[in-house]
């Protein structure tokens, strides 16, 4: 028992989920109780729903608190911190880098509340529960559990499927299970959520059927590659499968692109048409764990924030800021500018405006301008998930305690994934729809219409310049390890993440931009991305207290 007890000490909670309702900062933490649950509590519909709404949240915490963009920006090259949070940025993260515990932490909490939720509901439901909500409940859960197993599975390989907390507490023998197992537990497990859950939601941001293929989409797209063995060749099956779901999500769920991109991230923007699964975070004073605290990091300065804005240091890359059309390499930098309205919404430049946000400036306020700062290097600041000071969001806003919702797929992914299973193997398409398809999402940026056959580099591109900030960007590489590791090593091996100078033509309201590298900042500026650290090394925490997880990896076989 002592050789598991830290990594299932996260998995093993068993809290009642009436407990879970109070919010209280430390009711993951807690160990097991004698109480396992109130078995009254699930008498009514509302309450099992109830049981439920915590999986959308706060169990996503410490995931969603700065371990999202750290290994899903950071460590993928678009964004990097000059001074914080360096191992990511050098892409040398160990089993003591901070936020790699975190998300490890935070995607066991996530498997292990939604396994008490399925077996309380299944246990403990009564008769006054409509059989519809009690299959949507356990649905929702299996769908959560499926989504934070997909996280794990990327970040480490293999990792120990875990479905019943209880099994868990008497059972010394527990070790990692292998990718490819992992993988086809987790696309079982959604196709079971897909069929059970409603086409609409039960109530503003539950998942839906549509939720759960456009998660299928986005699983076999990942899984395609899975078996290659680095071969090139991703599973001609899994590629159909992918277009298949993508396609039924975009021709069937009534979800719709939103007409403009920055609008995406304008307050209020939640569970907006374009939205397939989010977080859902709520402003609440005195709670905490429900609210996201994303902002306090991302926001470049006070000046715009609420007490905190500590990401001034934060900045996106010069490898992506080069990925954006328009921004030309020249004898001495880079130099242009974009029609590309998403640069705008992802990151700032000097002397952009925007007017939803309120800076403070010497002797008053005004309506952001970015300012143009520094001699020889600056930071691009971080826009996306940045809402402004509590009187630009209607009073909801505090220090650390925001409410805007963090997206975890789009419509946008739908048709993107389609064009990419369409490519497949091949070098390029001509597939119209493919195209078509290609062409809603890059039009929306304000760019014209592609005509020439789309490339796998055209996809990979389009789908970091449309989800930078959003913790994507990683999850694309190591799709693309699974079949082709040496592109993945080249994209990465050739990004500079180290610091630069932004100069614009005029401010405010400038219409061009110079990039030049910071002539003494010579270290530091690549990375060496190889076999021996793609993956993430198991936090040590975990290791020193569960030698388990250094035996090989076995099979996993649903019980």
Known sequence: MKAIKHIYYWIAVLIPVFI?????????????TDSIVDASFYQTDDQVLASTALLYSKVWFDYNDKASYNLGDFRAGTAYSAYNDRGNVLFNTTGNTPENGSAWRSFFIV????????????????????PTVKKMAIAEARFIRALAYRFLVMNWGAVPVIEDNLKLLSDTTV???????????????????????????????????????????RFYLNRSGVESNGSGQRSQMFLDSAKYYAERVITKSGASLMKNYSDLFLFPYDNNPESLFSLQWVYSPGAYGTQN????????????ANGDGWGGDKSATWWMISQYDGIKTTATGMQGRTLDQRLKATFMLPGASYPEITQTIPGGEQKLIFPFTGTDNNFLGIKKYVTGKAKDVGGLAASQNYGNDTYMMRLAEMYLIYAEAVLGNNASTTDATALAYFNKVHT?????????PLTFDAI???????????????????????????????????????????????FPNPTSWTFTKTSW???????????????????????????????PAVDYYKK
């Open 20 to 32: 879970l309702s109070a919010c209280k900062e430390d009711f993951l933490e807690r160990p097991p």
């Open 111 to 130: 498997v292990g509340q939604s396994n008490l939720a399925i077996n309380n509901i299944n246990q403990f439901a009564g008769t006054a529960v409509s």
């Open 175 to 217: 070790t990692r299970n292998t990718p490819e197992s992992v993988w086809k537990f987790i696309t079982s497990e959604m196709r079971s959520a897909a069929n059970d859950l409603p086409e609409t939601p039960i109530r503003p941001g539950r998942v839906t059927k549509w939720s759960a293929e456009g998660m299928l989409a």
């Open 293 to 304: 605290t994303s902002p306090a990091y991302l926001a470049y300065s006070s000046d715009i």
């Open 444 to 452: 929306r940026a304000g760019l014209p219409a592609v005509e020439d």
């Open 460 to 506: 990979f591109k389009e789908r970091t310049v449309e989800f930078a900030m959003e913790g994507m960007a990683w999850y694309d590489l190591v799709s693309l390890h699974y079949y082709n590791p040496a592109k993945a090593y080249a994209i990465l091996n050739a990004q500079d993440r180290g610091l630069f100078f932004t100069a614009p033509d005029q």
């Open 521 to 551: 900042a010579t270290n530091e500026r690549t990375i060496i991305a190889n076999s021996g650290n793609f993956l993430l090394p198991i936090p040590s925490a975990e290791l020193s207290q569960a030698p388990n997880l250094q035996k």
